[in-house]
């Protein structure tokens, strides 16, 4: 095993490494986290005997959001993108096991690898609008590519956590594993993905649930509307909406980059 920092570890299970995240006590975004998950994930890609990375965080629940300690202060540590960068940017597939709540930064986080796994007990969820925020880094960007616009707009919308059957239905998570055996099952889906050569598959180029609603405005319109009153006085669903009709029409990073 090797201590990445304080609360991040890297094992070895034969060709497969697992990045392992520890920050009880529900394993917050914060700049030790995302430090770690930035140099366990370019560690991992750069031995030469790993062929697949699992992530996968102890404790009750996967990421479960930011840090709202850092909120309001100077930025420190790697930054979201630089995570993205070594997490989907990898080239070995990297493959996220969920428990607990996977919520905001956390679920996006997960939606940076190229697949996911959940036990059935899992919830996924991008609550921020209920601060009064909208997702941040990636969210906007990449749940349409999975769900299709409408089921995202209501997920951002509503900020309302979604159970893993439904995800998996969404195909937001590509497979349930059992309850208490998450470790174990994605270690057997990693192994999987090496013994069939399954493609590094990165959500940002992914375009068939979108496509559907590319050039058709009125969809976007229709949601401002049946939205205005419940969220009158409040900015942030605006730019979410805003966000998630760049995802339909803006290539990926011009999409990234309006939603930041």
């Not at 529900?26 to 750069?46: I, M, P």
């Amino acid at each position: 095993m090797i201590a990445i920092n304080a609360v991040t570890d890297l094992t070895r299970e034969g060709d497969i490494a697992v990045l392992t995240i520890n920050s009880p006590p529900v394993n917050a975004l914060s700049a030790e986290v995302r430090n770690g998950l930035r140099d366990g994930a370019q560690q991992a890609a750069a031995d030469p005997a790993v062929k697949a990375i699992v992530l996968i965080c102890a404790g009750r629940t996967f990421i479960a959001g930011a840090d709202i300690s850092e909120f309001g202060k100077p930025s420190q540590g790697a930054t979201l993108p630089e995570i993205q960068g070594a997490l989907e940017g990898s080239p070995k597939p990297v493959i996220a096991a969920l428990h607990g709540t996977a919520l905001g930064g956390g679920f996006e986080v997960a939606l940076m690898c190229h697949y996911r796994l959940a036990v059935p007990s899992a919830k996924v969820g991008l609550p921020e609008i209920k601060l009064g925020l909208m997702p941040g880094a990636g969210g906007t960007q990449r749940l349409p590519r999975l769900a299709g616009v409408e089921n995202a707009l209501n997920l951002i919308l509503s900020g309302t956590p979604f159970g893993a059957k439904q995800a998996l239905e969404w195909n937001v998570v590509d497979a349930l594993v059992e309850e208490g055996k998450l470790r174990e099952g994605a270690i057997a889906f990693a192994r999987k993905v090496i013994d069939t050569h399954m493609p590094l598959r990165r959500i940002r180029d992914l375009d068939d649930k979108i496509e559907a609603a590319r050039g058709k405005p009125e969809i976007f319109e229709k949601i401002r509307k049946e939205n205005a009153r419940k969220f009158r006085g409040f900015e942030a669903w605006k730019s979410a909406i805003r966000a998630v009709q760049a995802a339909v029409d803006l290539p990926f990073d011009e999409g990234m980059k309006l939603e930041r």
